[in-house]
């Protein structure tokens, strides 16, 4: 599963810039956050934004050139790759301590341009710049299939060897301020600022839950949630991506667009089942919807909770209806849930041993190691 790579532009001609959002039309693995028309305005878009790869049209006009935003951009944001744009006639010398760590010469290619952009990126991973983050949201098209409560043991598995941010995606009803006791006056995702984010500010904001992790709430009440549109969610992510090596988000049993948000920005949808005839119809509805929008089946993955209260189904059942096999399986364990859950506590520490918590580490292993920096920590404990 690759890692998307978030591409910044700074063009101030239209043409060029319209000729590479045409390119990246067709693939999913860079998505293009913006393009900025002033080399002026790059450094503090480059600040809100948080870009893995800068791309800069070495002939701006005005009073900030290409090459001067390349040298700012190394400078204040070391860990952005930067790519010059060109033409033969005006050449351009790769230098990395000028900010240029590669050229690309117009005209171009959708290849020579996707192919740039994650080799300078896998450059910079391997020289350890960048964080490899991995984002994974879980989702479930029906209600009490126990999403949230396997997003949060999920996040607090992780979360022994890896710096993790669990994401309350239930905008409207908070499922997950609910679940950890948080009180009302808990900042949440709208205390952030809706025009530019740091690190410090994210800091302030999010709940330090007892298990180690950090925890991104949503509102306190319903009508709030209307006020966090999808710029916010994904201003949010970009500081988030940058900070943490795993994002956890409980998004919610919906398609709306700020469930989309979250789900275009994930590097893999955990999908959420049990063996209830409506969960199993909604989520093959679901899968639909998501070959439609271009969602690849690798982004995607199935996990069967409760597997052990099949309810008259059988796990070859499912994967018939699906028309995709379960990726990973939780069997059930109610009294040690609800007790856990009933205290606002994860069960994979109350009960570490137990063949849930167990359930849940495995998965998480598979998720460590996806990690580059970190692959293999937790299926060695």
């Known amino acids: 599963m690759a890692e998307q790579i978030r591409l910044l532009v700074i063009e101030d001609v239209p043409q060029v810039a319209m000729h590479m959002r045409s390119l990246l039309q067709a693939q999913s693995q860079i998505k293009m956050l913006d393009v900025i028309t002033s080399g002026e305005q790059a450094l503090s878009a480059v600040t809100e934004l948080r870009p893995d790869v800068l791309i800069v049209d070495a002939l701006l006009q005005g009073?900030?050139?290409?090459?001067?935003?390349?040298?700012?951009?190394?400078?204040?944001?070391?860990?952005?790759?930067?790519?010059?744009?060109?033409?033969?006639?005006?050449?351009?010398?790769?230098?990395?301590?000028?900010?240029?760590?590669?050229?690309?010469?117009?005209?171009?290619?959708?290849?020579?341009?996707?192919?740039?952009?994650?080799?300078?990126?896998?450059?910079?991973?391997?020289?350890?710049?960048?964080?490899?983050?991995?984002?994974?949201?879980?989702?479930?098209?029906?209600?009490?299939?126990?999403?949230?409560?396997?997003?949060?043991?999920?996040?607090?598995?992780?979360?022994?060897?890896?710096?993790?941010?669990?994401?309350?995606?239930?905008?409207?009803?908070?499922?997950?301020?609910?679940?950890?006791?948080?009180?009302?006056?808990?900042?949440?995702?709208?205390?952030?600022?809706?025009?530019?984010?740091?690190?410090?500010?994210?800091?302030?904001?999010?709940?330090?839950?007892?298990?180690?992790?950090?925890?991104?709430?949503?509102?306190?009440?319903?009508?709030?949630?209307?006020?966090?549109?999808?710029?916010?969610?994904?201003?949010?992510?970009?500081?988030?991506?940058?900070?943490?090596?795993?994002?956890?988000?409980d998004t919610r049993a919906s398609l709306s667009d700020d469930v989309l948000a979250f789900l275009d920005a994930s590097d893999l949808i955990l999908e959420v089942l049990a063996y209830d005839s409506m969960a199993i119809r909604a989520l093959a509805m679901a899968d639909e919807a998501f070959a439609t929008i271009g969602y690849a089946p690798s982004k995607i993955e199935a996990v069967l909770n409760r597997s052990d209260s099949t309810g008259g189904f059988s796990k070859a059942d499912v994967e018939e209806v699906l028309n995709r096999q379960i990726d990973h399986e939780v069997v059930s364990d109610g009294k040690l849930v609800i007790a856990a859950n009933n205290e606002g506590v994860p069960f994979v520490l109350a009960n570490p041993d137990a063949q849930v918590s167990q359930g849940i580490r495995a998965m998480a292993a598979s998720i460590a190691a996806r990690l580059p920096a970190r692959a293999g920590v937790l299926a060695r404990r």
């Open 63 to 249: 009073r900030v050139s290409g090459t001067q935003v390349a040298e700012q951009v190394r400078r204040t944001e070391p860990n952005v790759s930067v790519i010059v744009l060109t033409v033969p006639q005006n050449p351009v010398t790769e230098d990395p301590a000028a900010g240029i760590d590669a050229v690309l010469k117009m005209p171009f290619s959708g290849f020579d341009l996707t192919t740039m952009v994650r080799k300078v990126h896998e450059q910079s991973n391997v020289a350890g710049g960048h964080n490899a983050a991995i984002m994974i949201s879980l989702f479930s098209p029906k209600g009490g299939v126990g999403r949230t409560t396997l997003a949060f043991n999920l996040a607090v598995a992780l979360g022994a060897d890896h710096r993790v941010c669990l994401i309350d995606g239930s905008l409207q009803f908070s499922d997950m301020r609910g679940l950890l006791r948080a009180p009302a006056g808990a900042p949440s995702i709208m205390n952030l600022p809706t025009d530019r984010i740091r690190d410090t500010d994210l800091a302030e904001v999010v709940w330090k839950d007892p298990s180690g992790i950090d925890v991104l709430l949503a509102p306190p009440r319903i009508e709030m949630a209307e006020m966090v549109t999808v710029r916010d969610i994904e201003k949010a992510l970009s500081i988030i991506r940058q900070v943490y090596e795993v994002i956890i988000v």
